[in-house]
């Protein structure tokens, strides 16, 4: 009887604590509820709404004229809320926006799109992707008017989110230079080097997290994003194409590994052509920067005796017409042997003869006898000229260049009459370029540049100007022999076969022997560097072709013929390159601008801005033709028609490039200017796949 008694006792102590434990439970809900549960409220909401960047458009990247290079199209992706329609338009509409959605995207069939919406919707989802695929904005207003999105984003449900791509008109042209920005903030050329300019900054807004994504929320305390700088650079787009045109045959010619071509004002630094092309499976691309960047610095050869000549002028009184005695072309030197390139040796030969004919004998010879009991002063020359420094280039990624010194452990016997013919050291095109304007230039050595503006529209934020690296590289007396030395190159040495009759040309070629495995093998860097027209420089220019194959593999057959064709292509547009400026005409305040086409909205504003009458006859469209009245605009509908060739003359380049860009087109530009003045397809017929267009430009 005493068991079942303490059985008893402890199943009701059981039973109370449970119930205690239930009322417990309860209170706590009730309190959660009650008390807490603005609190609670609160910080769900904080951890479901949050502020996000809204990214800003990035700024375009100009030629010297004007021509854009680079700059970004609107793209979008579908999103819907499925939870604001009415029962009444979502019931009627689902069906039809199902059949759409598939026919336009053609990867699900219709019952797909259908669930998928319906599924969302009853789960009280607020976001679903629809497709990741992007469409062009001629796309998004036609979707615009399907069922249930034709109720807008408020009533509707539609979210379309935009999305910026990069375009470059000119397709491959100076794609290296130009460059890239990813998605991880790294990469190259002016895209990575200015991108604190171009990217601007980003605004942001409240963004709601819901299952299946963000959905952005306007309540009146978003940012605006400050719409990035654009950047107007050196390059001239004809000369660019010759450029790599002329170094793409050289490449092809000769199967060489990879080639670039810098081309350069004397006066400005700027730099007008920078072409780089690398060898792939695929072809030629420009892969890589080797006018500026590691991979392009190299033993520069020959063209670094005329660094050991300005040196050699500066310390002593040698004259051009001085001899030296070259042998037979074997010369054995503290253990080693050095060799020319003609069999059997020059024999004895004038210190002009030297360099025309690039003896290595010559300048090692010159260099042992005046610098081998002192080499730290031809080192420090060559520190003085500039040559071991960087120079400061604009863009990221520049190599440093390496020049060995006499307390270096690799410093050897040999290393004075090495390095006097180019060897034992590295430096880039650009760096072995910016040495030889400097010749061209008087001796001043300026910075090259390849940005010239920074601008806001039309408002320029900052401006480069050339930078002096030395005033004065060496002595006139030095200069004037120098100049008759590349000059005689030219006329009569190992260049000769780039001569013109028409102008002089001065330069140096270069052909240095590459390095496999710690050895020097039968495999060369050729190059060119020089300057035109010789009596008044005007373009200093440097041309590598690394590793080219055949018979004829030196500088002078190979890289040489590349600068002659487009200094050749250069002078025969001269006239019309270097014609003076007309004087600016003052305006007349009765008349109107040359306004030809454009965005009825843009043009609207800006006819509202300065006053000048406009009379639409249909706000509808967004693009209008502009026909010229007393003193007023009239504004004539220009619809851009889906599958059809839209009208694109007189819009400017870039609104032209926004339009064919969402029909699907691919576009060739031809001339220089901002303006389309003629266009390759009739306005109206119907799009073919693939299609192509070509756009004039004045």
């Given at each position: 009887m005493n068991i079942k008694k303490s059985i008893i006792i402890r199943v009701r102590i059981a039973f109370l604590a449970i119930c205690l434990f239930a009322c417990a439970i309860v209170y706590k809900i009730v309190h959660i509820q009650f008390v807490d549960g603005a609190k609670w409220k609160a910080i769900s909401q904080e951890r479901r709404i949050r502020y996000q960047p809204v990214h800003a458009t990035r700024g375009n990247i100009f030629s010297d004229n004007g021509s854009i290079l680079a700059t970004s199209l609107p793209f979008y992706r579908v999103a819907f809320d499925p939870s604001i329609a009415e029962t009444t338009t979502f019931n009627s509409g689902i069906d039809s926006l199902a059949l759409l959605l598939s026919r336009f995207y053609g990867d699900k069939p219709e019952s797909y799109y259908r669930q998928k919406i319906k599924n969302a919707r009853h789960a009280g989802r607020r976001y679903i992707r629809l497709n990741s695929r992007q469409i062009n904005y001629q796309d998004k207003k036609m979707m615009a008017k399907w069922p249930i999105f034709r109720n807008g984003k408020n009533k509707g449900g539609v979210i379309f989110e935009k999305v910026e791509k990069r375009f470059k008109p000119f397709g491959l042209l100076a794609e290296r230079t130009i460059g890239f920005v990813n998605e991880d903030k790294n990469g190259a050329g002016l895209e990575f080097s200015f991108n604190g300019d171009l990217a601007g900054t980003d605004g942001e807004a409240l963004f709601e997290r819901i299952p299946g994504g963000n959905k952005p929320i306007y309540d009146g305390t978003e940012v605006q994003p400050q719409h990035g700088y654009d950047i107007v650079t050196t390059l001239d787009i004809n000369l660019q194409d010759v450029a790599e045109n002329a170094l793409y045959k050289a490449l092809v010619n000769t199967d060489a590994e990879y080639g670039t071509v810098i081309m350069m004002e004397v006066k400005t630094g700027e730099i007008k052509a920078m072409a780089n092309l690398g060898k792939t499976k695929g072809g030629y691309i420009e892969d890589y920067n080797y006018a500026v960047g590691n991979q392009g610095r190299t033993e520069p050869g020959s063209t670094f005796k005329l660094a050991s000549m300005m040196a050699l002028f500066e310390t002593t009184n040698v004259q051009l017409t001085d001899t030296i005695d070259t042998g037979n072309g074997a010369w054995r030197n503290k253990g080693r042997t050095m060799t020319d390139s003609k069999i059997g040796g020059y024999?004895?030969?004038?210190?002009?003869?030297?360099?025309?004919?690039?003896?290595?004998?010559?300048?090692?010879?010159?260099m042992e006898e005046h610098f081998s009991s002192r080499p730290q002063v031809f080192v420090d020359y060559l520190n003085k000229f500039g040559l071991a420094s960087t120079l400061g280039f604009q863009m990221d990624g520049e190599a440093r260049p390496y020049i060995k010194n006499t307390t270096d452990k690799g410093w050897y016997g040999t290393t004075l009459s090495s390095m006097s013919i180019g060897y034992e050291m590295k430096l880039s095109p650009l760096q072995t370029l910016a040495f030889y304007n400097a010749v061209a230039n008087n001796g001043v050595k300026i910075q090259p540049i390849i940005v010239k503006e920074i601008r806001k529209a039309d408002n320029v934020i900052q401006t480069f100007q050339t930078r002096v690296l030395n005033e004065k590289i060496c002595s006139d007396a030095t200069l004037e022999k120098l100049r008759e030395m590349l000059e005689g190159v030219v006329e009569y040495g190992t260049a000769k076969n780039i001569k013109n009759p028409d102008y002089k040309v001065?330069?140096?070629?270069?052909?240095?022997?590459?390095?496999?495995?710690?050895?020097?093998?039968?495999?060369?860097?050729?190059?060119?560097?020089?300057?035109?027209?010789?009596?008044?420089?005007?373009?200093?220019?440097?041309?590598?072709?690394?590793?080219?194959k055949g018979v004829n593999v030196y500088g002078g057959d190979v890289a040489a013929p590349v600068f002659k064709e487009l200094a050749d292509k250069i002078y025969a547009r001269d006239l019309a390159m270097h014609k003076p400026m007309l004087a600016r005409v003052v305006p007349n305040k009765d008349s109107l601008p040359g306004v030809k086409a454009g965005s009825f909205d843009d043009l609207s504003i800006i006819c509202n801005k300065i006053g000048i009458s406009n009379h639409p006859n249909n706000n509808d469209e967004d693009w209008v033709k502009v026909e010229p009245q007393m003193r007023s605009f009239k504004f004539e509908a220009n619809p851009v028609l889906k599958e059809q060739v839209p009208d694109v003359t007189g819009l400017t380049l870039r609104d032209a490039l926004y339009i064919l860009g969402n029909q699907h087109l691919q576009v060739k530009v031809e001339g220089m200017g901002k303006r389309v003045v003629k266009q390759s397809l009739v306005p109206g017929t119907p799009i073919d796949k693939n299609g192509k267009i070509t756009l004039v430009v004045s």
């Open positions: 024999g004895k030969i004038t210190v002009q003869q030297v360099f025309e004919k690039s003896s290595n004998i010559g300048v090692a010879k010159l001065a330069g140096k070629t270069g052909t240095a022997r590459k390095v496999k495995d710690g050895r020097y093998v039968k495999t060369y860097s050729t190059s060119f560097a020089g300057y035109f027209p010789a009596d008044n420089p005007k373009y200093s220019c440097i041309v590598i072709i690394d590793s080219p």
